[in-house]
């Protein structure tokens, strides 16, 4: 059974960091995307930041590029994401992803992703 356990949200002041955890077990974590989602309310899930755990090669959205970094620690089958320079914007529920899985598919950066975290909440005031 695959399962994707984030930490790391919270409130923050606009310009501030935070910096998400994604740790996955029961998934074959090598040699995939994983990657970060955010939806805000009334607003659809969009794709945020995306890593393959086989080489690093890592994909963002325009709106994050230059702030947010992603990066894992295969020895640990963590993703990490590194937000900074956060804005209002930002606020938003952020849900890990995995590629595959039979649940509720969102396509993002030519991939598919259908494992998901329960989602850790991310407010930024100004």
């Known amino acids: 059974q695959v399962q994707l356990v984030e930490s790391g949200g919270g409130s923050v002041q606009a310009g501030g960091s935070l910096r998400l955890s994604c740790a996955a077990s029961g998934y074959t974590y090598s040699s995939n995307y994983m990657g970060w989602f955010r939806q805000a309310p009334g607003k659809a899930r969009e794709g945020v930041a995306i890593?393959?755990?086989?080489?690093?090669?890592?994909y963002y959205a325009d709106s994050v590029k230059g702030r947010f970094t992603i990066s894992q620690d295969n020895a640990k089958n963590t993703v990490y994401l590194q937000m900074n320079s956060l804005k209002p914007e930002d606020t938003a529920m952020y849900y890990c992803?995995?590629?595959?899985?039979?649940?509720?598919?969102?396509?993002?950066?030519?991939?598919?992703?259908?494992?998901w975290g329960q989602g850790t909440q991310v407010t930024v005031f100004s």
């Open positions: 890593i393959y755990t086989g080489g690093g090669s890592a």
């Open positions: 992803a995995a590629e595959g899985g039979p649940g509720d598919l969102r396509h993002f950066g030519g991939h598919v992703f259908g494992y």
